[in-house]
Nanobody, 117 residues
Framework: QVQLVESGGGSVQAGGSLRLSCAASGSVGRINTMAWYRQAPGNQRELVAQITSGGSTNYADSVKGRFTISRDNAQNTVNLQMNTLKPEDTAVYYC???????????WGQGTQVTVSS
């Protein structure tokens, strides 16, 4: 079992920045990939950024060059630095972890990000 707790959401004007953090606890040694997803009202949940235990990253085209995902394996945290935010970035952001071998998936409770124009 893995527990994920997000923090750092809030409201910001367009062009501003926010930093999201996700702290993992439980069977953290079994975590392979960690990621951030987001879901806007009426939309499906979508991948924002992903990072493997080895540090390889993957980003949605819509956030490339603006968002940076990072991971601290010693602290069991994953962060999302979001710069040059746009109103279309408004969504609930969820932390995600996938375990090795079992591919079990865990989610955090979500944190709201609101970007006003």
């Amino acid at each position: 079992q893995v527990q994920l707790v997000e923090s750092g959401g809030g409201s910001v004007q367009a062009g501003g920045s926010l930093r999201l953090s996700c702290a993992a606890s439980g069977s953290v040694g079994r975590i392979n990939t960690m990621a951030w997803y987001r879901q806007a009202p009426g939309n499906q949940r979508e991948l924002v950024a992903q990072i493997t235990s080895g540090g390889s990253t993957n980003y949605a085209d819509s956030v490339k060059g603006r968002f940076t995902i990072s991971r601290d394996n010693a602290q069991n945290t994953v962060n999302l630095q979001m710069n040059t935010l746009k109103p279309e970035d408004t969504a609930v952001y969820y932390c995600n972890a996938v375990l090795r071998w079992t591919f079990a998936v865990y989610w955090g409770q979500g944190t709201q990000v609101t970007v006003s124009s």
